[in-house]
């Protein structure tokens, strides 16, 4: 009887295992976009139970959980760390064909040495065994990346952070895997948002400018904040992008609508697009002179659980 995904998961000819096992399993990972918080890396955070390296922040598993009925205690609530990896293990079992019973067993058999599954009858089991293992050395984060085989992140960066985390692990050289900043501008670009004007302030500040009062201004913020990534090693950038539509407009309707946000006023949905096809338009041309590339999430629906988005905020599994 054949193993409960084996070595060879997946891996269903003779040619796809030889590719795998002797040229692609050995392949070093360039990891261009993940969501690791590079204050875990540059201080080697070691975790105390597997719930929190788990469900500390994933909300693809939030999600499912939500959709088995899970209550929001177990989910971001108030549960412990281990009633919450119990529900997730409930879970589980309703998953299969779902990347996410692949990922969970995988990161099982190659983190901690367990090969069986994961449900209801074995979260003790499990719980127990991935606890143990995670008070070992070889299990802190930097150490969970060395195992990975990964020899380059790019973590995800908003334009007014001051990648201060990037500047410890650049001037660290106990560890060889390079660290970079990725440029995710959302936050400037979406001009919809009920803290776009609270945001622009802080942009301002951050590229050290007295205030942001105009669309020129705004694109001399974001060409200051783009120079200081490119100066701790970025080159690539990041975007959600929920419309495919190409609105353009002259240099003075695209002011006259930037100004119309400042007093406060509701755009119409055409004139955000029109700000948002003029934004993305000035940074790929910016992207161009820095030698950066562009990464775009297409088609994706933000936050469209107005309940649950005034409860939890954003990027808590209620985008599709």
């Not at 969970?104 to 991935?130: I, M, P």
């Amino acid at each position: 009887m054949k193993a409960f995904m084996d070595k060879d998961f997946l891996l269903e000819t003779e040619t796809a295992k030889k590719l795998f096992h002797d040229y692609a399993e050995k392949t070093p990972i360039l990891d261009y976009h993940c969501h690791i918080n590079p204050k875990e890396i540059a201080e080697d955070r070691q975790f105390d139970n597997i719930t929190q390296v788990w469900l500390g922040g994933d909300h693809y598993k939030w999600r499912f959980m939500r959709s088995c009925g899970v209550d929001e205690k177990y989910i971001t609530g108030d549960a412990s760390d281990y009633e919450k990896f119990c529900k997730w293990a409930e879970c589980l079992g309703k998953a299969i064909g779902n990347p996410l019973f692949h990922w969970s067993h995988l990161e099982l058999q190659r983190y901690f040495g367990y090969t069986g599954v994961l449900n209801k009858n074995t979260a003790d089991e499990v719980w127990n065994l991935c606890n143990e293992k995670l008070q070992q050395p070889s299990m802190s984060v930097r150490n969970l990346i060395k195992q990975s085989n990964v020899t380059l992140i790019c973590t995800t960066d908003d334009p007014i952070d001051s990648l201060e985390w990037h500047k410890k692990l650049a001037a660290d050289d106990t560890f060889d895997v390079k660290v970079l900043p990725a440029w995710r501008p959302d936050k400037a670009m979406n001009i919809e948002k009920p803290d776009y004007l609270d945001y622009l302030e802080k942009l301002a500040a951050a590229a050290g400018m007295t205030e942001i009062n105009s669309f020129a201004s705004l694109k001399e913020a974001l060409k200051n904040r783009m120079a200081f990534f490119a100066s701790m090693g970025c080159n690539v950038s990041d975007h959600a992008l929920e419309y495919v539509m190409y609105y353009p407009a002259s240099d003075d309707e695209l002011e006259e609508i930037f100004l119309k946000r400042l007093n406060k006023m509701v755009l119409t949905k055409e004139e955000e697009l029109k700000f948002k096809t003029a934004f993305m338009l000035f940074v790929g041309k910016e992207y161009h002179k820095l030698d950066w590339a562009m990464q775009l999430h297409y088609g994706c629906k933000r936050d469209n659980n107005t309940l649950m988005f005034e409860k939890l905020g954003p990027d808590t599994g209620y985008d599709c």
